[in-house]
């Protein structure tokens, strides 16, 4: 089963915060660390010089999961439907959803409230901890 990382996680991991043991579990349970293309630029935009190998190596052991069209349309309707209720979503988040949406993947977030949206699987893995 793919697990879609959010970028908090990402960044957890990275600093080598809980993260690191938690994707460990993942793969010994036979299960496979993802992302988006999305999370890659959040990273990539915040790196700091000496984690640049350190990232690129996280990223060649991630699969990266396509954001198209269908996401699209699922990211829309929910930022739609959520600011008819007064709730701004942001569109990467929506976007990042969509995609865990598509291929039924568990999110792991340090921010769970960011993702309101329903058929999420919305797992909240605490960051700094």
């Not at 579990?25 to 036979?30: I, N, S």
């Not at 990042?96 to 999420?120: E, Q």
Request: with cysteine; charged share 25%; net charge neutral.
């Amino acid at each position: 089963m793919l697990h879609l990382l959010d970028s908090t996680v990402l960044i957890d991991f990275l600093r080598g915060r809980p993260a690191v043991r938690r994707v460990q579990l993942l793969r010994a349970a036979g299960d496979v660390p993802a992302t988006t293309a999305i999370n890659v630029e959040e990273i990539v935009r915040g790196l700091r010089a000496e984690e640049y190998a350190a990232a690129e190596r996280l990223f060649a052991g991630l699969v990266i999961v396509p954001i198209s069209e269908p996401e699209g349309w699922r990211a829309g309707r929910w930022r739609r439907e959520f600011a008819a209720r007064g709730i701004t979503l942001w569109q990467a988040d929506c976007l990042i959803a969509a995609a865990a949406a598509r291929v039924r993947a568990p999110l792991a977030t340090g921010n769970p409230k960011d993702f309101p949206m329903p058929g999420v699987d919305v797992q909240h893995w605490p960051v700094g901890e």
